[in-house]
Antibody
Framework: EVQLVESGGGLIQPGGSLRLSCAAS????????MNWVRQAPGKGLEWISY????????RYADSVKGRFTISRDNAKNSLFLEMNSLRAEDTALYYC???????????WGQGTLVTVSS | DVQLTQSPSSLSASVGDRVTITCRAS??????LNWYQQKPGKAPKLLIY???SLQSGVPSRFSGSGSATDFTLIISTLQTDDFATYFC?????????FGGGTKVEIK
């Protein structure tokens, strides 16, 4: 059974940093592109980043480019999101999501909540 | 960026009804359109990919159609378990974008 479990969220002051993790199991993690998608409270979904299986291709949404860094450790079946210079508008539930074959997301974690507030 | 506009933003329906949700793209996206269902407090679930392909394990009462800029999700016979919010998502170009969602509520 595919499982994605995010962790690392919490309350952080504006300008602060946070590192999110996503532990994957139940599939060959090293073979799939992985994504981060966020959802502000009561709002819609926003894709923010993806990383290819070998980390050779990385893309970001403009809203986080230069502030967030995605990475992965295939030996540990883990995905990460380093978040710097956090802003109030980054407050959201952050999901890791596995890419199917196209750029659709066939498995999602339960999300980890990041709240940016003073 | 490709903008996706869903309509309606919400609807009320009864068990057994046929429900139609539309998603319009700001430019042609061929068949690169996917549909998700999200229940409160849960992660989204992939229903349809490639505009019309049913994801494994998804009931056949869900179907998708369309191409280019206009897409439709149909629930043929609404069940209690289907009351949720539905999102479309384009996988044609970066940034990957989602529609604003359609909340399906009980009448």
């Amino acid at each position: 059974e595919v499982q994605l479990v995010e962790s690392g969220g919490g309350l952080i002051q504006p300008g602060g940093s946070l590192r999110l993790s996503c532990a994957a199991s139940g599939f060959t993690f090293s073979a799939y592109t992985m994504n981060w998608v966020r959802q502000a409270p009561g709002k819609g979904l926003e894709w923010i980043s993806y990383i290819s299986p070998s980390s050779s291709t990385i893309r970001y949404a403009d809203s986080v480019k230069g502030r967030f860094t995605i990475s992965r450790d295939n030996a540990k079946n883990s995905l990460f999101l380093e978040m710097n210079s956090l802003r109030a508008e980054d407050t959201a539930l952050y999901y890791c999501a596995k890419k199917r074959s196209g750029d659709e997301f066939d498995y999602w974690g339960q999300g980890t909540l990041v709240t940016v507030s003073s | 960026d490709v903008q996706l506009t869903q309509s309606p933003s919400s609807l009320s329906a009864s068990v057994g009804d046929r429900v139609t949700i539309t998603c319009r793209a700001s430019q042609s996206i061929s068949l690169y359109l996917n549909w998700y269902q999200q229940k409160p407090g849960k992660a989204p679930k992939l229903l349809i990919y490639g505009a019309s392909s049913l994801q494994s394990g998804v009931p056949s009462r869900f179907s998708g159609s369309g191409s280019a800029t206009d897409f439709t999700l149909i629930i043929s016979t609404l069940q209690t378990d289907d009351f949720a919010t539905y999102f479309c998502q384009q996988s044609y170009s970066l940034p990957l974008t989602f529609g604003g969602g359609t909340k399906v509520e009980i009448k």
